[in-house]
């Protein structure tokens, strides 16, 4: 698995990715089946959240935690160079309390043994090697120590999502080949090319089909900020430099093709139940009990299985 695209979406600032009601926060369900996890651990429990990204799943157990008095003890590790505070905007005091260790796979957790009460995860797990990540979980577990983690589904909405996005991301990246078409419309104009007409003509061309397929999937994120972008773009290229324009340009185009890295990255770990129930094998595997094995519902739509482990009391 790359970093660099899930480097470039956490340092863009964002919490969540998905499903979420403005694109910041886990909402709703997520949220509230989160929270009355965390409301069940005994006061000051030590909590791990592995692959915690920018850290939603933390706050929501540090909100729980200040409603429900339990002083709970907060730590986030990622494999990606983490720095919630730094990257997400506005994000004042909210992490304080918290403790995140960039640089840290869930293979190799920079802590002794036996040293939380609960291990948790939010679409992280399955990014993992999995008998490594679930042997490194159970070791760090303290004796009657619980587990929870969401992992993607194979037929949950999320995924469904993330391969629309990802064909109309091939669509725009490779066969309109818009931020191209442009660029190269933009150079014209500039040089004042008598091929100006014909390149602004295939610009308006690929533009029309994108406004076409946006009517027929109108909550397509990608669709609908190229096409601000490409707006945008001859909205204000008179009053940038050419310089400033092409590098702009780049930028979008690179962030598009990032967004696409991390989609087949999250449609090649979604898990089938025969993933699922290696999991449980290599918990079993590795001193843990299976607690439950349910799935995780958004507005009624399924998003992820949940896994709950116990490590058998020492």
Known sequence: MSLEHWQAFLQSGALASCPTADGRRY??????????????????????????????????????????????????????????????ADSGDQFQNITFYPSSPTEQLPFEDGVFDAVIGQYAL????????????????????VTRFVVHHESSIVVANARESSEYARW???????????????HMERIKSPQTDKGYARLEKV?????????????SHILRVTLEAVQNFLDKRYQLSATTLTSELKTKRQTLELALAR????????????????????????????RARTLQYHDENLVGWVLEWRRNGE
């Open 263 to 290: 989609m087949q990255d999250l449609l090649s770990h979604a898990c089938s139940t025969e993933d699922i129930s290696n999991y449980e094998r290599y918990a079993l595997s590795s001193g843990l009990e299976i």
């Open 172 to 186: 725009i990246l490779n066969e309109l080949q818009v931020y191209r078409r442009l660029e190269q419309f933009l």
């Open 27 to 88: 909402d709703k369900e997520i949220e509230s089946d989160w929270a009355r996890f965390f409301a069940a651990l005994p006061k000051g429990a030590r909590i791990l959240d592995v692959g915690t990204g920018n850290g939603p799943v933390l706050l929501i157990a540090k909100q729980t935690s200040l409603k429900e008095g339990l002083n709970l003890e907060l730590h986030g590790t990622d494999r990606a160079d983490i720095d919630p505070e730094r990257f997400v």
């Open 126 to 145: 399955e990014y993992g090697v999995g008998d490594k990540s679930v042997s490194e979980i159970a070791r760090v577990l303290k004796g009657n120590g």
């Open 207 to 219: 533009g029309r089909q994108m406004y076409d397929q946006l009517r027929l999937s109108p909550n």
